[in-house]
């Protein structure tokens, strides 16, 4: 934790002295050191995981396959990682109820907290990777543009989304213990169709509905517009994800404002 | 928290100018009009008495334990004090502030014979007819106002809904439509075992609890070390908490809950025989000290000792239905009572009645130990236990090893005339122990001698005592016994008066006899 601590403790000290936010960022932090094992070195493979990540893509798809794709390895770790922040943002909001059910039986506060602590705790995972991706960028002479500085806006789209999803599932992981199963299909198939191992520019062309349909193709194009092409935002479908977000966060919320009570009596 | 003060001063003003000086010593909110004087002067000297930190106390508190109870037992005596219900008592019910109310809370559950919790079950539930639901009415339609600073307890059967009703105080069970529970302040659980994520170090679990019952991260910072040092855990500071033993993380949940600004505490059969000797003492000194005094605490309990002992009034739940508010001993009564009606006498209730041999003890102030000798053995033991539910209930017991000696201790609740209690009976014999993981059974060696020593300890003595002091103090005993004549196997009951920590404090010397 120690390494976790030195990077990310000066933060803590910008932290404003309010308890709500003090709370969340504790949860947070030891939401991620749980699933770092607690330990500098544990910390470390935060940082190894992406990089070995991209050698592997660069040698079997680069060196074996010989893709034509231009840096086809960041091409690939770009959507990859943004596809894998929404998963962990889904998968753990499924959870949060039941792996968090000791902290809500035992004091009063908002659970709502919970969610946006375990966001934060995902964001901390996706700076690493992303520190080893425009590292590696740089080593490989992409040139990083301004429009990198667009990024959180697709990372708080993305969020919005997986938090919404995750209030719908973490409800519904109650009454229904399998749909853990059934979400780890979904995201299987998203993961095939939202243009992470191909360029969805041909897919806009052909099926420009099913782009706007599917947030995630626009969210992972943009990441690469931002990161690698260096090409801006689309407006046009930028709007349509954050109407997507937001719809996705209000409709979780009803649910999870209406329902969260009545399943949590199952717990 | 000054605005409201002067706020409710303020409307005192109106009704009672005379209420405005006593307002400001106001501590506790429960004593009737008659009493105001009284209250007054001592709250007086309360209020001058800086706040402390519960560590630093400690080398006083056995001293001052004594004397507060004395000077809790005015308060804990009036028979009148608090009855809410009682429309005499309007004119001091504007002065309370009621930090938790619960209004109509009703809770059924809905159970089908079969688990329906996936959804393959839930599309084959569909097609079938044999899966009844079933609804559980838990609560029915409980009532009540707790006040500030007030202890109040909840008494039941398992299963009477005593831990629903705290789980929907929390929050986390919704009652059903209909219901209003509003309270002021944050509210936090005791219950064993709970409230810990196991995997992280006690420590994080500071934090992690500290930051959610409302206390910023300096402040903390600030006092990790001294909850440490009260939960007697500084050598394991860093261990995951899922390699604490359950006393351990009672102790550290409890320090928390001490050091913290939690203002409503739900105590949820915390104090069940966990913890050593040393801790209990600690605990119950917290309670006696500068806890208690400003905190409202809910308690769902077994040990009708404690309830009496703690709490100001109380309820009885029974199936889900409320009984009460009463003064904690009317429920008490009321409890036993609906435990008379409602559990079926045992079979061999009629043996044990032939062999009931009766001592009546008097405090005649001649001898200097209560010595009655009686046979119980190990079988015995067990009936003893119930043949003296329930006008005389033991409650709790358990076993503790104190550098490798056992002590085992069981509190007796003695109905007596004048309310007299006894409480903390320490077995220092060698005993038989047969423990499991949650329940010890406590088997006497027939062989042996057992000496008990018995701290006698009340709270309700002191008006009485005023009273009585020249008549003759008597209660009575009754005790199934085998053989009388074998006095080789005997109990002798030391009764030690001063310098004992716990709930409840001796006030008295006492010196009995045994008489046949």
């Known amino acids: 934790m120690g390494l976790v601590n030195r990077i990310l403790g000066p933060f803590l000290l910008l932290l404003p002295d309010n308890n709500r936010i003090q709370r969340i960022w504790k949860i947070a932090q030891i939401d991620f050191k749980k699933r770092y094992y607690n330990d500098s070195f544990g910390v470390l493979w935060a940082l190894i995981n992406p990089f070995f990540r991209i050698s592997i893509y660069y040698f079997v798809f680069k060196t074996i396959m010989n893709v034509q794709i231009e840096n086809y390895a960041l091409f690939l770790f770009n959507g990859i990682i943004m596809y894998g922040t929404f998963g962990e943002v889904t998968k753990g909001g499924m959870n949060l109820l039941q792996a968090k059910g000791y902290l809500i039986e035992t004091i009063k506060f908002d659970i709502t907290d919970l969610y946006i602590s375990h966001s934060i705790s995902v964001l901390i995972g996706f700076f690493y990777n992303i520190l080893a991706y425009l590292l590696i960028s740089v080593i490989t002479g992409v040139a990083l543009t301004w429009y990198v500085l667009l990024l959180p806006f697709i990372l708080i789209n993305v969020l919005m989304i997986g938090v919404g999803i995750g209030f719908i599932l973490s409800v519904l992981k109650i009454y229904f213990k399998d749909i853990k199963h059934i979400w780890d299909l979904l995201l299987l198939a998203g993961f095939w169709v939202s243009g992470i191992f191909f360029n969805s520019e041909v897919l806009f062309e052909k099926y420009p509905v099913f782009v706007y349909a599917n947030p995630l193709v626009g969210i992972i194009q943009h990441t690469r517009n931002l990161l690698l092409f260096g090409k801006g935002l689309d407006p046009m479908l930028a709007s349509i994800n954050l109407l997507h977000g937001i719809i996705f966060l209000v409709i979780g919320y009803i649910i999870f404002s209406k329902y969260s009570k009545k399943a949590l009596e199952k717990i | ?516």
Not at chain 2, 95 to 119: A, G, H, Q, W, Y
Not at chain 2, 204 to 219: A, T, V
Not at chain 2, 392 to 414: C, E, R
Request: net charge positive; glycine share 6%.
């Open chain 2, 1 to 516: 928290m000054a605005k409201k003060n002067r706020k409710k001063v303020h409307k005192r003003k109106n009704k009672h100018s005379t209420f405005d000086e006593k307002a400001r010593f106001r501590t506790k909110d429960k004593i009737s009009t008659q009493n105001d004087q009284l209250k007054t002067k001592k709250n007086a000297s309360n209020s001058e008495k800086p706040k402390q930190n519960p560590l630093k106390n400690q080398a006083e508190v056995n001293s001052k334990n004594f004397e507060k109870a004395r000077r809790n037992t005015p308060v804990n005596q009036q028979e009148d004090s608090i009855h809410i219900s009682e429309p005499l008592n309007s004119q001091s019910q504007n002065r309370k502030e009621v930090v938790l109310s619960v209004k109509n809370v009703s809770k059924t559950f809905e159970i089908r014979e079969k688990r329906v919790d996936t959804l393959r079950e839930y599309v084959y539930n569909l097609f079938r007819k044999d899966n009844k639901k079933k609804t559980i009415q838990a609560l029915k339609d409980v009532n009540f106002e707790v006040i500030k600073g007030e202890k109040f307890g909840i008494i039941g059967h398992n299963g009477s809904g005593k831990s629903t009703l705290l789980r929907c105080l929390i929050g986390s069970l919704e009652p059903n439509k209909g219901y209003e529970i509003e309270h002021k302040g944050r509210i936090m659980k005791l219950a064993l075992g709970a409230g810990f994520d196991p995997n992280i170090t006690a420590r994080e679990n500071i934090y992690l609890n500290g930051s959610i019952l409302g206390l910023s991260f300096k402040k903390i910072g600030n006092l990790v070390d001294s909850i440490l040092s009260y939960a007697e855990l500084e050598d394991f500071i860093d261990t995951p908490v899922k390699f604490y033993s359950a006393g351990m993380r009672s102790r550290l949940a409890f320090a928390i809950a001490i050091h913290s600004e939690a203002e409503i505490y739900l105590f949820d059969e915390f104090f069940g025989g966990v913890g050593d000797v040393g801790f209990q003492r600690k605990s119950n000194q917290a309670f006696t000290e500068t806890f208690i005094d400003n905190k409202t605490v809910v308690m769902v309990s077994h040990n009708l000792n404690l309830i009496k002992a703690v709490c100001d009034r109380a309820i009885v739940l029974n199936k889900g239905e409320q009984i009460g508010p009463f003064k904690s001993e009317v429920a008490i009564e009321k409890y036993l009572q609906v435990f008379n009606e409602t559990s079926e006498k045992p079979p061999e209730k009629k043996k044990i009645n032939n062999r009931k041999h009766s001592a009546d003890v008097i405090n005649d102030g001649s001898s200097q130990n209560l010595i009655f000798s009686t046979d119980i053995g190990r079988s015995e033991y067990m009936k003893l236990r119930q043949s003296l539910s329930p006008s005389v209930a033991t409650t709790q017991y358990g076993i503790t090893d104190i550098n490798g000696i056992k002590i085992g201790h069981f509190d007796i609740n003695l109905e007596t005339k004048t309310d007299l209690c006894i409480s903390g009976f320490a077995l220092t014999q060698e005993l038989n122990i047969k423990s499991s993981a949650h329940s010890i059974i406590l088997r006497l060696n027939e062989e042996k001698f057992y000496k008990v020593n018995c701290d006698l300890k009340t709270p309700y003595l002191s008006k009485r005592l005023g009273i009585n002091i020249h008549e003759k103090i008597g209660f009575k005993i009754n005790i199934s016994v085998k053989d009388l004549k074998e006095k080789n196997n005997s109990i002798k009951f030391d009764i030690i008066s001063s310098d004992l920590t716990s709930i409840l404090n001796p006030l008295k010397k006492w010196n009995l006899k045994y008489k046949q």
